[in-house]
Structure formats: C-alpha cells, structure tokens
C-alpha cells in the first residue's frame, strides 16, 4: 500500500492497516488474503482511505469550521448537538473532492466494475472508522452505509455522505462519552459489490451468546432481504443457535431455532432514483424459517474459521460479530462484515450477578413480555414516544430513570438512551440496535414485545425483568428483587460433587459458567409446557377430535415444521439439547415427563386425553403412563427427541431418568418401550437413571439396581410418601419436612444399598436446596452428588466445606 494513497483494493488492506482503512475494511481485507483458501467468501471491493478523508477536509477549509461549531455551545445539550451536528454534516456533503482524488476513486470504480462501468450495478458504500472494534469501545454501527448505490455521481456523493456520518449527533456523542476526540478519529470507506439478498437472505451471527456471554455457542438472526431491518430493530428476525464443539467434530449441532415474525424485508427499489425500499413479507414465507440446516452449519462453520483466526492474530480468545448475506440468485454464501465483539468478552466472568425477584404475587401483575436483553431488572417511570419522529428527539423531557417505550430505537436517539434506566420495544430481535445500545450501557431492554406502546402509558411506574430467563418481563408497579454478588474464586473446593437442577433452558447458558458438575435434574415438563404448550395427544389427534378451534391453534403452533410430530420433536430436543450444551461434556440428568393427570388436563387439548382422578399426585403419573395403550405413542416422541439429541447432534452427556416406577417389573416395561422407539440402555453409551421416590424404590433397592445406572433422590416425592401427606394440601403443610428422621432413614438405607451393588446415588430434590443443615447429613451419609437450584449452588457449596472439614477432624482423631 502507498504510504499516501488515496485508494486501494480491498484485499491490500490487512489488520496492520486500521489507522488508514479503520477497522471494519482492515478486517474486510485481512478475511479477504488469509481466509479465501478455507471457503469463507467476501464480496471485493475498494477503498478510500483515511487520509483521502483528512485531505478533503483539508481541500475544502473544514478542519477550523468544525472545531469552531463544536466548541461555539454545549454539546451536552440535545438540541445544541443536533443544531451543530447538522451544521457540520451540511459543509462536508457540500463540500468537492480534488481532481486527482476524484480521479483514482474513479478508476478504482472502473476497474472493479468492467464491462458493466456505465451500466446499473449497485453497490454498497460502507463507513469504517478508525477508532472501530478499540478494546474499551466498539464504535460498531456509528457510521452510516448506504446500499444499492448506482453510478459514478452516486458513488462519490455516497462517499462523501458516508464523511459527513463521522458527525452524527449519536457519533458525536458517543466521542464525547468516551473521551475521543473528534479530529483523533478519520473515516475510511469501502464500495463493495452487492450481494444480491434482495432476493434471498441476511443477518447477523455471533460467535457467543450475546445475552449470558457462553463461549460455546453461536447465535444466528436471519430474514428475508437485505440485513438493514435485523440491524434497526424493525422486525423480529429467525433465530438459530448452534454448539460449537460439537460442530468441531463434524456434528450437525444446531440446539435451538425460533420463528420469527419477519414482517417486513429491504429489497432494491423500484422507482427510478430509489435505491431501496421496504415492502411486506409475504406470509408464506414469514411462516416458515428463512435458513436451512445446510446453510445454517455452513455459516456456523465459517463462524468459527473466522474466530479462531482472530484469536490466533490477537492472541487470546476474541469472540466476533459478523454479517452475513446469501445471494437470491446465485445461492451463495458471503460474509459482508466481521468485527470482535466487545461486551461479554471484556467481563470479568470471575464475578457473577445473580437478581431474584422477592415479590410472590409477581405473575399477577404481568403487563406484556418480550425477548430478554441482559440479566437485570429495572423500576422506573414509562416514557413513551410512539409516533416520535427522530428530529423529534431533542425535543421530548426525557428524565434520567425514565424507561424508554417506543416502536423501535434510531441510532441517532442514542444521546437520549444514555438516560434510560430500561428499553422497551414492539419490534427487534437480539441482535438490533435496541439490544446492542442497551448491552453497552448496562441497562436491561425487552425487545418485540408487538404491542408495548399501546399499553404502557407515560407516567406510568413499571418494573421491567430480563432476569428471568430469555423472556423478558414488564410488572405493573415497583417490584421487590434483591442482587447478589458472587465472585466464583471465593468458592472452597470441595469433594462432593455439586450440580445444578435446570427447570428452563432459558437460563441454562446463564449458569454454564458456575463450577457445577453438570445437572442433575432437566425436566422435560417445563419445556412441554412452554416450548410445546399443547397436550402430545392432542398434537397427534387434533384431526380426529373435531375441535376447528384447537386444530388451528396447532396450525399455529406447527407453522415451518414437517408435521406435528417432527415440531414436538424439534422443540423437545432443542429445550433438552441447549441445556445439554451448557454443560457439555459434564454428565445432564434429563428426567421424562411427570405431568399429573390434572396438570395435563389443563394443558390445551388435555380434556380429551385425561381421566380425572381424586387424587392425580399418586395416580396416572410417570412411568405408569410410559407404557400404557393410551399414552405410549406421545412418549414414543419424547424418546426420538432424546435419540436426537444425542446421536444427531452428538449430545451423548444426556443421561434418561425415569419418574415415578413403583415396581421392578414397571420398570423393565418402560424399558421395553423405550426399545421400541429407539433407546436401549447401554447402547451408544446411554445410561439410565431411576428417581428414588417412591418408598419401594428403597425397599427393593438391590433389585432395582441390577437394572439401572444410578438412583437420584426425588426427596419432596419420597417425604410426602413416606410421611403419608399431601404435599400440594396447605392442611398438612406444616408436617412437610425433608429432616423429618423417618426421610433420612429412607434416604440413609438407599444410599448404603446403592454403595454395596456400586451404583450411584445422588439427589435432585428441593432440600438440599432449602436447608444447607440437609445438604450436611447426605455428605455424611456419603451421597456421591448433590443437585440444587442455582440460586442455592454458592451456600450449599459453603455449607458441604464446612461438613467435609469436620469429618476430614474426626477422621484424624480417631486415628
């Protein structure tokens, strides 16, 4: 590269060259030389640089002119910035390039066109500043692009557009909050050959989970057109989600998909001198997914080709933000941007925030919800600015401490978002500007919440959730929670393994970096309910049950999958599969469904299928239902789900657990089922698990361990039998206890027995949860594991150092 050049090719630019070509096109470049020989495709392309940018200052008298709107007011105030923001962009879009500038970016222009040089051949114009990808700020998405830009004239005014975005309100803003200064920073610009996703298809991928921070998984939206509307929050995108490691060793790994809404798709214009517009999705596609697991592996893949690379120059792990299109007509995959990310992977993962909501009436006071962005809860008062138009912004009395309500964020609205104490949007997905801004300010967001705007009025008191799971949550009112502070080198090892119970695999990469050995408790329940949310049979019958109403609700519901049952499947194994993941290669205890008869019915379509029973928590329940005529074909899916889990995508830590099997003989009859739907103890590895609940399970304990791999103490099942009460009746409550001395006796004979016919034995129930005290008197017993929620892992671990000291003290007296 010429040490002055004004203009060069793409692939001259490399990572050494950020202060001439800024990050974004120093990383264009860098992808372009080094990582063509491994398959990963970048659109060509080329480059003005940084110093044709400070020289058309210099050309045209601006440097002073800037400066001196700059410090003629307080930029601190919104309507001053925007006043002097416009200034300053108005000179530079005014401004000419010099004959020999204009010149080589012509000829560039030629040379990268050809033949097609007069014709309409649109490209994209993008910004890259200096200051990108810093490791304290990112500065990603400050400058602007413009796309489907045809013609000679339009290329330079595209050029110098791109010059004047330097000086946004937000860019200026942004500078000012960061201590940049404005002349420290120049802009370079890259004019890259379009790919046709007008036709096809884009989005975004990371290569961690943009919410929780896990390393092993990739994050992928995806839509329709071209990948501006993901970016501006506009539409609610697909989303997949893929396991590293296993994709590694050739597994086809995607654990989870989610349908978006895709309302709307960004395609070339249609009107002479429009270079994009925004039309409807059709509903045939916004129905169904717009990435197929072919393309979806092959993106991961080059994901990770992309990160390692960077890893390797940077030396240390650098997870990447990258954009990607699929060509419409030719079929192929390109990569467009690739940036480091640069929230989680600058946390320090020592030190864990953990927030709880104190308030047990919460569920009563749901407003709306939406999809999560961070993990932290806010109160504040409601602004809402539907209808707001962003010249509108300075203008509004927006309060530190208010919470932002609106349609979607505008990236010039960020001066203001600075303020909020939480955002809440109707449209967006994970990875749109809303939940990007929020991440790098600390706040939680809830974005596609559809409708936020028509119901949360200004001056309204809300608290808002995002520490629940990836479903955010708006309360009425002010809400109690309490946050607590861990720090993970704090913890005491210990002997005694500790592993976690995961109800929802929406918090599972949440927790994936806690110490635990694994999971010793997965129910599929949580995932029927709230994944599937319909009845199996129902699922599977609907058609012969004449209820129009329930058979387009599972139309609903089914919409891009092959049929019910595949959807059943899919869903199952993506809730078990991104658990698994979390914690993989660490052994995860997935117990199959323990609905109650009544807990079924309840359930959309359960009225056909459930008999009713006086008393449902003894009855039809667990693996009674396993291989019974009337329910053995919806736990055939569960079993296929499981299959896939782990032999598609290679998940073979997943161990089966089975609920509720009062007789050996019960046992060796879902056994047997489970044959025929294709798991087989032992096969490929796979062990199965029985959940000591029931008294008999301890009574006959050497018998039922000839045929299993391990007990797990279902300790609020086992204390309700044992002690002959209801644990659901609030009559009896106060007899509940998992100390009672009759439990631990069960529990100490179960784990005596299970020492002698070595097996193992560990406990997923409550108690060890609730009473460190308990958690105490099964290390005694020498219990091989404990499984707690993991809002209690840090004191139970506390509390099993302590027991594990003073036996370690008595051991030694007595000898």
């Not at 989600?241 to 590694?248: E, F, N, S, T």
């Not at 940077?314 to 690739?338: H, K, N, T, Y």
């Not at 309840?602 to 009337?630: D, L, T």
């Amino acid at each position: 590269m010429k040490a002055k050049g004004y203009v060069m090719d793409l692939i001259e630019a490399s990572i050494g060259d950020i202060e001439m070509v800024g990050g974004k096109n120093a990383s264009l470049g860098e992808m372009l030389q080094k990582l063509a020989s491994q398959g990963v495709r970048i659109p060509d392309g080329f480059i003005i640089t940084s110093a044709c940018y400070f020289q058309f200052l210099k050309d045209n008298q601006l440097d002073e002119k800037i400066r001196t709107i700059l410090e003629s007011g307080d930029i601190e105030n919104l309507q001053t910035l925007v006043s002097c923001a416009h200034q300053i962009r108005t000179l530079i879009s005014q401004g000419m390039f010099s004959a020999q500038i204009e010149e080589e970016i012509l000829q560039a222009y030629r040379k990268l066109v050809g033949d097609h040089y007069e014709q309409s051949v649109g490209f994209a114009v993008r910004s890259s500043a200096t200051a990108e990808d810093l490791p304290d700020a990112s500065f990603a998405g400050q400058q602007d692009t413009y796309l489907n830009i045809r013609g000679k004239q339009n290329i330079l005014t595209a050029i110098k557009n791109c010059f004047a975005s330097l000086f946004t309100d937000r860019a200026i803003s942004y500078r000012e909050s960061f201590k940049f200064g404005h002349f420290d920073i120049g802009l370079s610009v890259c004019v890259q050959q379009m790919v046709r996703s007008d036709r096809g298809v884009s989005g975004v991928a990371f290569s961690i989970d943009t919410e929780s921070g896990f390393k092993d998984a990739i994050i992928i939206n995806g839509s329709y057109g071209l990948g501006e509307l993901i970016v501006q929050g506009a539409i609610n995108p697909d989303e997949y989600i893929v396991h590293k490691p296993l994709l590694r060793k050739g597994y086809p790994s995607i654990i989870e998909k989610k349908l978006g809404k895709k309302q709307a798709q960004m395609i070339y214009g249609t009107q002479e001198g429009q270079a994009v517009e925004i039309i409807d999705t059709p509903p045939m596609d916004s129905g169904r997914f717009c990435l197929n697991d072919e393309q979806i592996l092959k993106l991961s893949n080059w994901v990770i080709i992309i990160e390692d690379y960077y890893t390797q120059l940077r030396g240390q792990w650098c997870p990447m933000d990258v954009e990607w299109a699929v060509d419409g007509i030719s079929g192929e995959l390109f990569i467009v941007q690739a940036r480091p990310e640069t929230i989680h992977s600058l946390k320090k993962q020592d030190c864990i925030t953990a927030y709880h909501i104190n308030d047990k009436n919460r569920h009563e006071k749901v407003i709306l919800t939406g999809v999560a962005v961070g993990d932290k809860i806010a109160s504040g008062r409601v602004h809402n600015l539907k209808g707001l138009q962003k010249q509108q912004i300075h203008e509004i009395n927006f309060l530190p401490g208010d919470i932002m309500v609106t349609e979607m964020t505008d990236p010039d609205w960020e001066p203001v978002m600075k303020k909020a104490s939480a955002i809440i949007t109707n449209k967006g997905g994970r990875t749109c500007h809303a939940a990007i801004v929020a991440r790098e300010l600390g706040v939680p967001a809830i974005v596609g919440c559809d409708n936020a705007t028509e119901i949360l009025r200004t001056g309204q008191e809300i608290s808002v959730s995002c520490a629940e799971g990836e479903q955010g949550i708006v309360y009425s009112g002010k809400i109690a929670f309490t946050k607590t502070e861990h720090r993970l080198c704090d913890l005491p090892e210990i002997e005694t393994p500790v592993m976690m119970n995961i109800g929802s695999p929406d918090i599972a990469f949440r927790y994936a970096d806690y110490p635990a050995k694994g999971v010793g408790l997965a129910r599929e329940e949580f995932i029927i309910n709230n994944y599937i949310k319909i009845h199996p049979l129902a699922l599977l019958k609907h058609k012969t049950l004449n209820d129009a109403v329930l058979t387009a609700y599972i139309s609903q519901l089914t919409s891009g999958y092959e049929n019910e049952e595949a959807y059943f499947i899919e869903k199952l194994s993506y809730g078990i599969a991104k658990i698994a993941a979390a914690y993989y290669p660490n052994k995860v205890i997935v117990r199959f469904s323990d609905f109650k008869t009544n807990e079924y019915y309840n359930m959309p379509g359960g009225k056909y299928f459930e008999p009713s029973e006086e008393n449902p928590m003894i009855g039809w329940r667990g693996a009674s239902r396993y291989y019974s005529p009337a329910y053995k074909e919806a736990f055939g899916m569960e079993c296929k789900a499981i299959q896939k889990v782990r032999q598609v995508m290679g998940l073979q830590n997943v161990v089966v657990m089975i609920p509720f099997c009062r007789t050996v003989g019960e046992l060796l009859m879902v056994y047997k089922t489970m044959k025929e739907y294709g798991l087989e103890r032992g096969k490929d590895g796979l062990e199965v698990y029985l959940m000591a609940e029931v008294p008999s399970n301890v009574i006959l304990a050497e018998q039922f361990a000839a045929h299993i791999d391990g007990f797990s103490i279902g300790s609020n099942d086992l204390t309700q039998l044992v002690l002959g009460l209801d644990r659901d009746s609030s009559l009896v409550a106060n007899l509940y206890d998992e100390r009672n001395e009759a439990v631990k006796m069960m529990i100490s004979n179960l784990i005596r027995t299970a020492k002698k016919m070595n097996v193992k034995v560990g406990i997923c129930g409550q108690g060890p949860s609730d009473y460190p005290d308990f958690a105490q008197f099964l290390v005694e017993e020498g219990i091989d594991s404990i499984s707690v929620t993991p809002d209690s892992f840090m004191k139970t671990v506390t509390a099993i150092k302590e027991i594990e000291d003073q036996l370690i003290l008595r051991t030694a007296v007595v000898a």
